[in-house]
C-alpha cells in the first residue's frame, strides 16, 4: 500500500512540474503514473550502476554529480515514454531538483499524517 501512495505522489509532483517548468510537458495524469513507474524502474535498476561508474567524480564534487545522474535518468526517461518530454539537459537538472524537493514535501507531509 505504501509502494502505491508513493507512486501517487510522485506522479503528482511530476503533473504539477510538469505544469510550472516550460520545458517539460506530460500527456495528463496518467502520463505522469507512467512517468513515475518508469522513474522509479531506473532509479532501481540504472542508478546504482552509474553511481558506482562515476563514483570517483562524485566524490571530488562533493556528491554534487549526483544531480547529474539524476538528471539522465530523466533524459532516459523522456526517450523511453512517449508522453513525457524534457527540453535540454538543463531543465532536466531543474527538474530532478524541484521533483526531489517536491517528494520530500509530499512525503513529509503524509509522514506527518501518520503520527
Same mark, same amino acid.
Given at each position: 500500500?505504501?509502494?502505491?501512495?508513493?507512486? %501517487?505522489?510522485?506522479?503528482?509532483?511530476?503533473?504539477?512540474?510538469?505544469?510550472?517548468?516550460?520545458? *517539460?510537458?506530460? #500527456?495528463?495524469?496518467?502520463?505522469?503514473?507512467?512517468?513515475?513507474?518508469?522513474? $522509479?524502474? @531506473?532509479?532501481?535498476?540504472?542508478?546504482?550502476? %552509474?553511481?558506482?561508474?562515476?563514483?570517483?567524480?562524485?566524490?571530488?564534487?562533493?556528491?554534487?554529480? @549526483?544531480? *547529474?545522474?539524476?538528471?539522465?535518468?530523466?533524459? *532516459?526517461? #523522456?526517450?523511453?515514454?512517449?508522453?513525457? $518530454? *524534457?527540453?535540454?539537459?538543463?531543465?532536466?537538472? @531543474?527538474?530532478?531538483?524541484? %521533483? $526531489?524537493? %517536491?517528494?520530500?514535501?509530499?512525503? $513529509?507531509?503524509?509522514? #506527518?499524517?501518520?503520527?
Amino acid at each position: 500500500m505504501n509502494l502505491i501512495l508513493r507512486l %501517487l505522489l510522485n506522479a503528482l509532483a511530476v503533473f504539477v512540474l510538469a505544469h510550472v517548468l516550460t520545458g *517539460v510537458a506530460v #500527456d495528463g495524469y496518467v502520463g505522469a503514473l507512467i512517468v513515475a513507474v518508469v522513474l $522509479s524502474i @531506473l532509479n532501481l535498476l540504472v542508478k546504482p550502476i %552509474l553511481v558506482i561508474l562515476t563514483l570517483p567524480i562524485t566524490i571530488i564534487t562533493l556528491g554534487l554529480f @549526483l544531480i *547529474v545522474i539524476n538528471a539522465i535518468i530523466i533524459l *532516459v526517461a #523522456d526517450k523511453l515514454i512517449d508522453g513525457f $518530454s *524534457v527540453a535540454n539537459f538543463g531543465t532536466a537538472i @531543474l527538474f530532478s531538483i524541484l %521533483l $526531489s524537493i %517536491l517528494q520530500w514535501l509530499l512525503q $513529509s507531509f503524509l509522514k #506527518d499524517d501518520k503520527k
